[in-house]
């Protein structure tokens, strides 16, 4: 009984301690995919200006270098807020829009992003109508 008394006086920093190391778990992994995939720094900024050049999906990048494309997306206030992409079916939309959506996100949680140049608006929320059965 005792045994259990003194351990649990060290559950706190273990908690503190198992917090840090996650963190850090993180960071690293931040880090090594962004030196061995030649990830940019993203600029963020208030203006709602996006700008990626040459952005690439993360996922298809790994997977199939070869058949990786490199995409360009440019929204600008008052210009270009609203982006309709059509074509064929099997055609890359859906793709092109999770890869800017994920560019987006990766930015915001800290991580350098899939692209040559990235400057991202700083964003509440990220909405995109992909697909007939995707939730």
Known sequence: MKVLEIASTY???????????SKLDVL?????????????????NNERRLNLTESRHPLIEVMDPDSCISNNCIM???????????GPNMGGKSTFIRQVAT????????????ASKAEIPLTDCIIARVGASDH
Not at 11 to 21: A, C, D, H, R, T
Not at 76 to 86: A, E, F
Not at 103 to 114: M, Q
């Open 11 to 21: 559950y706190p920093l273990l908690e503190n301690v198992s917090m840090l190391i």
């Open 28 to 44: 690293a992994a931040f880090a090594q995919v962004s030196v061995n995939q030649q990830y940019v720094k993203p600029a963020l």
């Open 76 to 86: 600008l206030p008052g210009k270009s807020t609203l982006n309709i992409i059509t």
């Open 103 to 114: 560019c987006i996100l990766l930015a915001h949680i800290g991580c350098f992003v899939p």
